[in-house]
């Protein structure tokens, strides 16, 4: 299933400092993307590092800056939908300190992402709900 995100998406995010972006040089190569889906609840909606440029550190890089972010703006949790079986996520999440949230506890606002993942036809069977708590030590390193 392809998806792109929309222009309005990145602009709104761009305005209200939710987007970050990784650079090579003056060109952008990686990026994290921040939906905040209640007051003062960060979601890590999406985050990409292009694969020519991968396993540098700037997905690693990207994901500690939004968990720095979150804490200074006063959240208390970050989370993030991530598939269960690929290798590179739900353990990438976990070095970093996220933990999976069981289904039979997540909040509305939670409950309600991953419906709306189910209904783009990403079964939940497939996906993990993880959170980060805010202003806890990140790990120093993730390999």
């Known amino acids: 299933m392809a998806e ?7 602009a709104d995010a761009v305005r209200e400092g939710r987007l970050w972006v990784a650079l090579s040089g003056n060109r952008p190569v990686g990026f994290a993307l921040v939906k905040m889906i209640g007051s003062g609840l960060p979601h890590l909606e999406e985050i990409d590092v292009d694969p020519p440029h ?6 690693t890089a990207l994901v500690r800056t939004v968990c720095d972010w979150a804490a200074a703006s006063g959240s208390a949790t970050l989370t993030l939908t991530t598939f269960r079986a690929v290798p590179w996520n739900l353990p990438f999440y976990a070095r970093l300190g996220f933990v999976e949230v069981p ?3 997540l909040s509305p606002e939670l409950a309600a992402i991953v419906a ?3 209904h783009r036809g990403l079964d939940p069977a497939t996906r993990a709900v993880m959170a980060y ?11």
Do not use: I, K, N, W
Not at 4 to 10: A, C, K, L, S
């Open 133 to 143: 708590q805010c202003g806890q030590p990140l790990p120093v390193s993730t390999r």
């Open 103 to 105: 289904f039979s506890t």
């Open 54 to 59: 991968g396993r540098r550190g700037l997905g």
């Open 4 to 10: 792109t995100t929309d222009h309005d998406t990145f």
């Open 116 to 118: 709306e993942e189910a």
